[in-house]
């Protein structure tokens, strides 16, 4: 189960037979330039859940459940 929202967006990207005939999803927003070492979450300016800490601290991994890390302060 997924918890970060980038993986949650990727995975609902993937084609699946239960959605044939649909149009693909994507993820909304201008993906970055990994050469820049910029401040934050790199999903942060394209996260529907994005608080402000996300803009300024990159977030440490954190065990959410028994085995499962996720570097995200809005999971649950």
Do not use: K, M, W
Request: proline residues 16%; contains cysteine; positive net charge.
């Amino acid at each position: 189960r997924p918890l970060h929202p980038y993986t949650r967006g990727l995975l609902r990207c993937l084609p699946h037979p239960s959605r044939f005939g649909q149009p693909l999803v994507s993820i909304d927003g201008i993906p970055p330039d990994l050469r820049q070492n910029g401040a934050g979450c790199r999903f942060a300016p394209r996260c529907p859940h994005a608080i402000a800490s996300c803009q300024t601290h990159e977030p440490g991994l954190e065990e959410r459940e028994p085995g499962h890390l996720v570097a995200c302060p809005v999971t649950s």
